[in-house]
């Protein structure tokens, strides 16, 4: 009797045990539109593995990708409700919501994509972050999404002119809407997932991104014509449900910080390899570049800078991340 007593106690201590450690593991639901292989879905895999090796599996990750949990606009909205806890977007669709993501949302804010990462890796990209917290959020690295440029199903475009009167399809913020009626064209505001049939139904003539996702997306079977004017480059962001967060304890948040920052070099190395791939994908399969002269586009977005950038705050941050060298 004292024998089973003693069993069964052991027993029932090891099943605590086994349940406590089930209780602490955790598993992190991310949302990301592009399919899997994609450099922000592989650079957030490895934030998780990194996540999991630091706080001995109390937390891991699990990617959703392929906008499988939804469009960019909706999991924004789910990860500030905690519905899931992490997500990695444009920060174009949170322009409506967090002023200091407009900034670097501008036309030609930055000179190259070098410019862009020298920034954000400084203090300004610590201040963007930042600036999410009040908003349900907590940005914790940026990422990279090279150049975006025109493309369409109709003509070569071979300067600025070439693209009156045609529509395309832009990231849901208003910024991007003024930049393309600045240029002559016609915006129409769309998600992501819209994009392909919507140029080859007609319902637009084109789109605007970089070659990883003008690839991917296959955006490329039905606009042949690509125009590398490099008029946005926009970072992508990786952001935490503030809820998540605070559950957190202080020393879990700095891992998760930090295995985010850790995350960015391995982003981007993964980012130069596979903007070079796609570009040669899409050439091989018949698309067109080409090289208008960007002085013309660079000119024509002052009415967009007088439009958004009227704060002061903004202003300043529009001067300092010039001054960038
Ligand atoms: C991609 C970006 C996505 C999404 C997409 C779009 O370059 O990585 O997060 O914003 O563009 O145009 O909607």
């Given amino acids: 009797m004292l024998h089973f007593t003693k069993f069964a106690a052991a027993t029932f201590a090891a099943a605590s045990l086994m349940i406590g450690a089930a209780s602490a593991q955790t598993v992190l639901r991310s949302s990301d539109t592009h399919p899997d292989g994609y450099p922000t879905v592989e650079a957030v895999k490895y934030f998780g593995e990194l996540v999991k090796e630091r706080t001995n599996g109390r937390y891991s990750v699990e990617v959703f990708h392929s906008a499988q ?3 960019e606009k909706d999991t924004i909205e789910q990860v ?14 949170f322009n409506g919501l967090i002023p200091e993501t407009t900034v670097p949302s501008l036309p030609y804010i930055f000179r190259s994509v070098d410019h862009m990462r020298k920034v954000m890796d400084g203090e300004i990209g610590e201040e963007i972050l930042a600036a999410f917290e009040p908003h349900g959020v907590i940005g914790l690295a940026f990422y990279d999404g090279g150049a975006r440029s025109f493309y369409n199903s109709k003509k070569p475009i ?3 002119d070439d693209l009156q009167g045609m529509k395309f399809r832009v990231m849901q913020s208003d910024i991007f809407v003024d930049m393309v009626n600045a240029l002559g064209a016609n915006a129409t505001p769309m998600p992501y997932g819209e994009v392909y049939s919507g140029i080859e139904t007609g319902v ?19 606009a042949k014509f690509y125009s590398l004017d490099e008029h946005l480059i926009v970072p992508e962001v990786l952001v935490m449900a503030k809820s998540t967060w605070d559950k957190m304890t202080p020393e879990d948040q700095a891992i998760v910080k930090q295995a985010a920052k850790d995350s960015v070099a391995k982003q981007r190395e993964l980012w130069d390899a596979k903007e070079k791939e796609s570009r040669a994908i899409v050439e091989a399969a018949g698309s067109t570049i080409t090289m208008p002269d960007k002085q013309p586009f660079i000119e024509a977005m002052g009415p967009v800078y007088e439009k958004h950038v009227t704060d002061p705050k903004l202003k300043d941050l529009v001067e300092r991340i010039k001054a960038v060298q």
């Fill in 80 to 93: 500030r409700s905690g519905v899931i806890d992490l997500n990695r977007v444009s920060m174009g669709p």
């Fill in 158 to 160: 071979e300067s600025k």
């Fill in 204 to 222: 637009i003539d084109g789109a605007e991104n970089n070659f990883p996702s003008y690839d991917t997306a296959k955006h490329a079977e039905v």
């Fill in 69 to 71: 949990l939804g469009e």
